[in-house]
């Protein structure tokens, strides 16, 4: 990969004139330490974890740089990671980005880095059919040789192209994406998406190979114990929709409730306003299912000064969501850190306040409020987080919807 | 006009447009191509060409020809700017719009280095909200020697993007004693800084301060009704509108901020 002059990072100043630890992600500050570590460690195992650790948007390397810088810096990391094969730990990473696609260059990074995990899955399938709804109207031009995908020289690609490659890639583990490329190809997308779906199909239709074991499961994600933060943040203080201020204990001891994050000014489809859309159907399933009383709901900003009472109101409203004292859409107006550490955030801001990347998050907490599941870094199923928030209900969840019986904590990656 | 008269006037144009598409499609396009590409023809001819072909094309062709003409650094101005609006009205269009994209991107920022093309081309980059123009503009109003537009103009281009950078550079100009004395980098700042929270002080002294124009306060007006309605209160309208700037603009700040007021109510 080719690196840029330092002085286009967005950063002031040369490269850490001190010697950096390369391997201790806590002594990458800027786009540029970034940038030397991953030209060090690249393709170097006893990196992965270094890296891995930088993709985490809580890191300080996010904090102060905007989006653009974000994308850039996330991308190197992807492509170091799997610049010898790509590591498991670091999928769940690499199919955020697909099903969340909304960069060309960060889309093509992720399906181009796909193909070098050790085997196809059928798990990637959606996350791959989710990247070519969202990204073939905002496509580009990139050079994945080149840091930050443009630049002069270096062989060009789409993030179309190289979706398209690893759904082929997929072989026999990407029969879900038949009917969807199917469907592609008869809209008359034009020659060379036709051309590259066809083939897609081909490969689907003509490997032989037998699937690993998960290949036709559709296995689950990875699933980790969460332990529950500890800090009380019982006082921190909300407004809601309506303007009322509120306490975190009067939003959610008592009951147990659901929890989603989003800002209104987030501009990428596949995030907040796709969250906020399935927060509404949550909040219709809930009642529907007879435990709309039982189980409160809340969606928190993540811009809570610019994300005011009436704005959280109308946007949540516009994406069919029923605002309501069991149904809260809130702003903190107390300490948003202190939010942001009990929930462990996967968010961090640019230099003017403004959200510069965030993952996808739910979490279901318990009567006292304490975090008992997190669904993070992928897209939360409603039915999932019902069922996993009646399981909380304790014997009233026998008239509730059938659980699988999680007993501990989890947090979903 | 009649409901009656509305969709005859409808049926009556689709009929021209389809007569005028199954006519375009007997066109042949070879000679048009080959004018095209005659670089010895009058630059204004090979553009008319251009615009038969594209027509001749019809709306689901991938137009190789227009993105080569536009890509082409070497190409006339005239024929490269002929094909950049026939390229953005197609885009609208285009059955295929996404597939070539990619390829209509990479050839706008290739027009950049034309000056007669730049102000077409930044338009459409900065609307697609295109990553790698937006930095340009970034560096531009930073450098001013190296800009390829004055910092209003690149203010304004940028200000389709919150998550381009563009409220830190909006705020220093703002905030810039000598950025403020040029009145139209002021107003397009003030304007970017209505989606700032944190500007929320600067905005309320500007209102206050009866030594910026009329329209900077009139902006600071919007963009604190948009930002912390409470800010935009009675006091704050009194005080705003019982300075010295003169009783004509004390009234027309004065009924600016009842509109806002009452539109919010």
């Keep these: ?413 | 006009m009649s409901t009656k008269e509305y969709r005859q006037k409808i049926a009556q144009s689709v009929a021209k447009a389809t007569r005028s598409r199954s006519t375009a499609a007997q066109i042949d396009v070879k000679p048009l191509r080959r004018i095209i590409t005659t670089k010895k023809a009058a630059a204004k001819t090979r553009a008319d060409a251009l615009g038969r072909l594209m027509r001749a094309e019809g709306p689901d062709v991938v137009p190789e020809t227009a993105l080569q003409r536009l890509a082409d650094p070497k190409e006339s101005p005239v024929v490269r700017l002929a094909a950049l609006r026939l390229l953005q009205h197609k885009q609208i269009f285009s059955s295929v719009a996404a597939e070539w994209r990619p390829a209509y991107l990479d050839a706008l920022r290739t027009a950049l280095d034309e000056p007669k093309l730049r102000s077409a081309a930044l338009e459409i980059l900065s609307g697609l909200k295109d990553r790698k123009t937006q930095a340009l503009l970034l560096e531009g109003i930073r450098q001013p020697r190296r800009a390829l537009v004055p910092a209003d103009q690149a203010l304004r281009l940028l200000s389709s993007d919150i998550h381009a950078d563009v409220l830190e550079a909006a705020r220093s100009l703002a905030n810039d004693q000598q950025s403020r004395k040029n009145k139209p980098v002021f107003l397009q700042a003030l304007r970017i800084l209505a989606s700032d929270p944190a500007s929320v002080g600067r905005l309320e002294e500007v209102l206050a301060n009866d030594s910026h124009s009329i329209d900077a306060r009139r902006l600071a007006a919007t963009a604190l009704n948009h930002l912390s309605p409470e800010s935009l209160n009675l006091r704050t309208a009194r005080s705003a509108t019982s300075t010295k700037a003169g009783p004509k603009r004390n009234d027309a700040l004065a009924k600016h901020i009842e509109t806002l007021q009452s539109v919010r109510r």
């Design chain 1, 1 to 413: 990969m080719r690196s840029p002059a330092v002085s286009c990072c967005g950063k002031s100043g040369p490269v850490s004139a001190e010697i950096l630890d390369l391997r201790a992600p806590e002594q990458v500050r800027t786009e540029a330490d970034l940038i030397r570590v991953v030209e060090t460690g690249r393709g170097d195992s006893a990196y992965t974890e270094t890296f891995l650790a930088l993709l985490d948007e809580r890191h300080g390397v996010y904090r102060g740089v905007g989006t653009p810088v974000v994308t850039r810096m996330r991308a190197a990391l992807l492509l170091a990671l799997a610049h010898r094969a790509l590591p498991t730990a670091a999928l769940p990473f690499v199919l955020e980005e697909l099903e969340t696609a909304h960069d060309a260059w960060l889309t093509a990074v992720a399906a181009h880095v796909l193909r070098k995990h050790p085997e196809p899955l059928a798990s990637f399938a959606q996350p791959l059919l989710s990247a070519t709804l969202y990204i073939r109207h905002r496509d580009d031009v990139v050079r994945l040789a080149n840091y930050g995908g443009h630049g002069p020289g270096g062989e060009t690609t789409t993030a179309m192209a190289e979706v398209m490659r690893t759904i082929a890639w997929l072989g026999r583990c990407g029969v879900a994406c038949l009917s969807s490329l199917e469907d592609l190809l008869a809209q008359n997308p034009g020659p060379a998406t036709a051309a590259m779906a066809a083939t897609a199909i081909k490969a689907i239709r003509e490997d032989d190979q037998a699937p690993s074991a998960e290949c036709c499961g559709g296995g689950e994600a990875l699933r980790v114990f969460f332990c529950g933060a500890a800090q009380d943040i019982s006082s921190l203080r909300f407004q809601d929709h309506s303007g009322a201020e509120l306490s975190f204990a009067d939003a959610f001891h008592g009951r147990p409730s659901i929890v989603v994050f989003f800002y209104t000014r987030c501009d990428n489809p596949a995030k907040c306003p796709l969250t906020m859309y399935k927060f509404g159907r949550l909040q219709r399933l809930l009642q529907d299912s007879g435990i709309g009383d039982a189980i409160g709901t809340a969606a928190i900003t993540y811009d809570p000064e610019y994300d005011r009472a009436g704005r959280l109101f109308q946007y949540a409203h516009s994406w069919g969501v029923n605002p309501s004292p069991l149904n809260r859409v809130l702003r903190t107006v107390g300490e948003f850190s202190a939010l942001r550490e009990y929930f462990e955030l996967g968010v961090n801001f640019g230099a003017s306040g403004i959200v510069n990347r965030h993952q996808l998050e739910a979490y279901v907490l318990d009567k006292q409020g304490h975090i008992a599941h997190v669904v993070a870094r992928r897209r939360w199923d409603e039915a999932e987080l019902v069922r996993l928030a009646t399981s909380l209900l304790g014997p009233l969840s026998l008239s509730g919807p059938h659980l699988d019986s999680p007993t501990a904590g989890t947090r979903v990656n």
